[in-house]
Structures are given as C-alpha cells and as structure tokens.
Antibody
Framework: QVQLQESGPGLVKPSETLSLTCAVSNYSIRSGSFWGWIRQPPGKGLEWIGTIYHTGNTYYNPSLKSRLTISVATSKKQFSLRLTSVTAADTAVYYC????????????????WGQGTLVTVSS | QSVVTQPPSASGTPGQRVTISCSGSSSNIGSNTVNWYQQLPGTSPKVVIYTDDQRPSGVPDRFSGSKSGTSASLAISGLQSEDEADYYCAVWDDSLNGPVFGGGTKLTVL
C-alpha cells in the first residue's frame, strides 16, 4: 500500500507562494502511476488541483493553471506543488494522492491519500 | 459550483437502504467511469466504488454503484452508524481534461 505524507508551511501570506511536498513510500514513484493534488476549503467539498504522470506530463485545473506548477523529484521519492499569488480563497486542506492502477487517466481513481495538511492564507 | 451535481444531504435509519445520486453530462459521466469516495469526519477520502460499480477489497458488499446515461448512483444497504460520512462522486471531464468531484453528500444515520 502506497503511503503519502504532505509537508509544508501551514501559514502563507497573501500574494506569496504556497509550496508543498508529498513524500512517497512503499512504492516506486517511477512506476506507471498518477500523482495528484486535491484541496478542500474548510467546510466545503473536494477540488482537483492537478496531476503529474510518471512520464512527467502534467494536467492542471484550468482555474489554477496560470499559478500552478507540479513537479516530481524521482531521486527524492517525492512530488511537489507550487501555487503563486495566493489569496484567502486558497485556504484549504491540501491532500496528495496517487492512482496506481494501470488504466488510462480517464478511468483512474485515487487509491491512496495523504492525511492532508491545512494551509491558511493570512497576513 | 461543480459540473457534477449531488444532493447536499441524505439520511436513513439503521438497516435501511439509501441511495445517493450524481448527475453530470455527456462530457463526464456520459463518457467516462465514475468513482465514489467516502470521507469520515476528520479523515482523508477513501474510495468505496471505482469504475462505476467495482468495490475495492475491504469495502463491505453493502456498498454498490451503478450508472445510466449521464447519472450515477451509490447505494448503501443495511445502513450502519459507521456509514455516517460525506460521500463524493468523481469522474473525468473531457472538457476539463481532469477529474471533477461532485459537491458531496452528507449522509446522516438517524
């Protein structure tokens, strides 16, 4: 079973950059999997942020695309999220997740999730 | 507001069967497979149904999924207090080129 653990600052100032890392264990980050970020504002539903494939290809939510970068550091067994110019609307619990079953992206599902990390945007 | 719609709440008594609906369009449910996630209070989501109607190992067979046209449903039979949670449908959207989550349904066991 893949294990995922998010890490990063819990407080970010408005207009600054939010950076989070997801450490992957018990699984090869090089394998044919999808690695994603999902967020959940307090008391609200889930929102897909973006996904990076084992090939390095990335797919971003169009609503965040201009501010978003997702990357993989294979040697470090981790993948990362970088969101620039944050506002209070970016306050949320951020989850990293993996889709490890070898099916096309449109048929995939997130079968492992991290515990989530709360990021608050405030001055 | 999500392009995939769920009722905000559902409820049932222990032992009952409840159904949660998920309504979409031809660019998502109508052309791709649906997954369902359960989020217990204070925890991360967990998949309970994938590929429309498949149950992961460890998920009780009380949980079942179905899909017809541009709608999907999650059914829970023999409702138990431990089923009280938020449930989200999720499906790939061809226009978004990524997965979209429904707004979530809060299930209360009375």
């Amino acid at each position: 079973q893949v294990q995922l653990q998010e890490s990063g600052p819990g407080l970010v100032k408005p207009s600054e950059t939010l950076s989070l890392t997801c450490a992957v264990s018990n699984y090869s980050i090089r394998s044919g999997s999808f690695w994603g970020w999902i967020r959940q504002p307090p008391g609200k539903g889930l929102e897909w942020i973006g996904t990076i494939y084992h090939t390095g290809n990335t797919y971003y939510n169009p609503s965040l695309k201009s501010r978003l970068t997702i990357s993989v550091a294979t040697s470090k067994k981790q993948f990362s999220l970088r969101l620039t110019s944050v506002t209070a609307a970016d306050t949320a619990v951020y989850y990293c997740a993996s889709a490890t079953v070898a099916v096309p992206a449109a048929m995939s599902w997130f079968d492992s999730w991290g515990q989530g990390t709360l990021v608050t945007v405030s001055s | 507001q999500s392009v995939v719609t769920q009722p905000p709440s559902a409820s049932g008594t222990p032992g009952q069967r409840v159904t949660i609906s998920c309504s979409g369009s031809s660019s998502n449910i109508g052309s791709n497979t649906v997954n369902w996630y359960q989020q217990l209070p204070g925890t991360s989501p967990k998949v309970v149904i994938y590929t429309d109607d498949q149950r992961p190992s460890g998920v009780p067979d009380r949980f079942s999924g179905s899909k017809s046209g541009t709608s999907a449903s999650l059914a829970i039979s023999g409702l138990q207090s431990e089923d009280e949670a938020d449930y989200y449908c999720a499906v790939w959207d061809d226009s978004l080129n990524g997965p979209v989550f429904g707004g979530g349904t809060k299930l209360t066991v009375l």
